[in-house]
């Protein structure tokens, strides 16, 4: 144990910062991902809401 502990304090950066550093990347990675996902199904709701209004509008100005 004494040569393990020993071997891992002789690294520049410790193994505890790097699982914190890869969960913060891991964290932002996935915020984005909904982020991104959410605009999308947003953006996709706004159209066909849109596109139904523009056609009703259409339907009122052109009967028939």
Known sequence: M???????S???????????FFWLIALA???IVV????A???TV??????????CRNLFRAFPG
């Open 45 to 54: 709701r706004l159209t066909v809401k849109i596109m139904v209004m523009v």
């Open 35 to 38: 982020f991104a996902v959410g």
């Open 29 to 31: 990675i996935g915020m």
């Open 2 to 8: 004494q040569a393990i502990t020993h071997r891992s």
């Open 10 to 20: 002789r690294l520049p950066v410790p193994v505890g910062a790097v699982a914190i």
């Open 40 to 42: 999308v199904i947003f």
